[in-house]
Antibody, heavy 118, light 111 residues
């Protein structure tokens, strides 16, 4: 059974860059789409973007100018960078696996809370 | 504002059935049979309950069922149990530059 684990700083200062990594265990990162989703406290889910194991990416247009998702197949990891953060970026950030673009997000990490505050 | 519209809350008594609706457009829910439903308990990650409108992943109770008519998908939970109390989110494939869209979520209260 594949497991996903998010890691990274829990506190980021305004205007700085949020950086998170999702480590994949129990399965290969190959042949899947790897997504980032976030959930502000008390609010709903927002899709941030995905990366295919080969490196192709797609981002939510509302965040596209600030988001970069990358993959390291040698480490079975993929990462999220969100620049110029504000308090509105405070959220629980989840990574999730998807078999194909129209497939469901079948496996999720436990999530990590990132707070943007000085 | 979420791309898909769900009621903010629904409630039911143990043993009863409830249905949660998810309304989209002809560009997402109405266009594809790729609607998913996720259950989220407080402090936990979402869990896939239904995929491709009406399919249940292995291990999900058959008390959970899904359907779709036009631009509206529905999740029905029969024989409500206390453990079903959670937030439920629908999601649809869109085929656009934003392939994944979510509903705003529905809080289910088991009375």
């Amino acid at each position: 059974q594949v497991q996903l684990q998010e890691s990274g700083p829990g506190l980021v200062k305004p205007s700085e860059t949020l950086s998170l990594t999702c480590s994949v265990s129990g399965g290969s990162i190959s042949n899947y789409y790897w997504n980032w989703i976030r959930q502000p406290p008390g609010k709903g889910l927002e899709w941030i973007g995905y990366i295919y194991y080969s490196g192709s990416t797609n981002y939510n247009p509302s965040l596209k100018s600030r988001v970069t998702i990358s993959v390291d197949t040698s480490k079975n990891q993929f990462s999220l960078k969100l620049s110029s953060v504000t308090a509105a970026d405070t959220a629980v950030y989840y990574c999730a696996r998807q078999g194909y673009l129209f497939k469901p997000l079948g496996d999720w990490g436990q999530g990590t809370l990132v707070t943007v505050s000085s | 504002q979420s791309a898909l519209t769900q009621p903010a809350s629904v409630s039911g008594s143990p043993g009863q059935s409830i249905t949660i609706s998810c309304t989209g457009t002809s560009r997402d829910v109405g266009a594809y049979n790729y609607v998913s439903w996720y259950q989220q308990h407080p402090g936990k990650a979402p869990k896939l309950m239904i995929y491709e409108v009406s399919n249940r992943p292995s291990g999900v109770s058959n008390r959970f069922s899904g359907s779709k008519s036009g631009n509206t998908a529905s999740l029905t939970i029969s024989g409500l149990q206390a453990e079903d109390e959670a937030d439920y989110y629908c999601s649809s494939y869109t085929g656009s530059s934003t392939p994944v869209v979510f509903g705003g979520g529905t809080k289910l209260t088991v009375l």
